[in-house]
């Protein structure tokens, strides 16, 4: 089974330091999604690529924060300076896009948790 | 800004009973899609049913189904036969139809299954 990857699971790193979390999602999805899950709470968006082209972000996604998936295939999430706010889950989610799959679902990793001491 | 709301922040149901977990949705919005998907713990989060707002008809998904309520904004879940494995955190979810496609998840509901 070829699921979304993630990868590491957990991190734990101290304030200030930069982090990077990687997503492998499903081989011939195009569409690749990273959303952010505090404890007790439901996803909230972070940013979105179709291919390469990063197409949204969310105001959460601060400038400390940058997202790349320069294959159109893996991406890569970076925080810089992390604060301890910064702590959560961070979800990776992929799916085919276009006119023929606006209706497909989004296909979930299991997550990289973070935790910034 | 669409929002949703899911006013059950936790849920207990006796195995092989029925439960409804409940969801409403702020949208001006006429095309999108509903969700839900369960988060079992430590675990990734999978779609439990889709609901079209086109559709008028209920979605239904062996023992999961939906209560679509277009107008009021409100989109349940009901589990019927409640299973071991159903305990999760459930979380309903809005997509509107545009070239994005971001959800937009409620808070959630811990659903708990007693033996």
């Known amino acids: 089974d070829t699921g979304v990857s993630q990868d590491p699971r957990h991190k734990i790193t101290k304030r200030g330091q930069n982090v990077t979390f990687r997503c492998d999602p499903i081989s011939e999805h195009n569409r690749l999604y990273w959303y952010r899950q505090t404890l007790g709470q439901g996803p909230e968006f972070l940013t979105y690529f179709q291919n390469e082209a990063q197409l949204e972000k969310s105001r959460l996604l601060s400038d400390r924060f940058s997202a790349e998936r320069p294959k159109g295939s893996f991406s890569t999430l970076e925080i810089q300076r992390t604060e301890q706010g910064d702590s959560a889950m961070y979800l990776c989610a992929s799916s085919l896009g276009g006119l023929a799959g606006v209706g497909n679902e989004q296909f979930f990793g299991p997550g990289t948790r973070l935790t910034v001491l | ?115």
């Not at chain 2, 949705?25 to 369960?38: C, I, M, P, Q």
């Open chain 2, 1 to 115: 800004a669409q929002t949703v709301t899911q006013s059950q922040p936790e849920m207990s149901v006796q195995e092989a009973e029925t439960v409804t977990l409940s969801c409403t949705y702020d949208t001006s919005e006429s095309d999108y899609y509903l969700f839900w998907y369960k988060q079992p713990p430590s675990r990734q989060m999978i779609l439990v049913i889709r609901q079209e707002a086109y559709k008028q008809q209920n979605a239904t998904e062996n023992r999961f189904s939906v209560n679509f309520q277009k107008a009021a904004k409100s989109f349940s879940l009901k589990i019927s036969d409640s299973q071991l494995g159903d305990a999760a955190m459930y979380f309903c979810a809005y997509r509107f139809n545009n070239a994005g496609n971001m959800l937009t998840f409620g808070g959630g509901t811990r659903l708990m299954v007693k033996p």
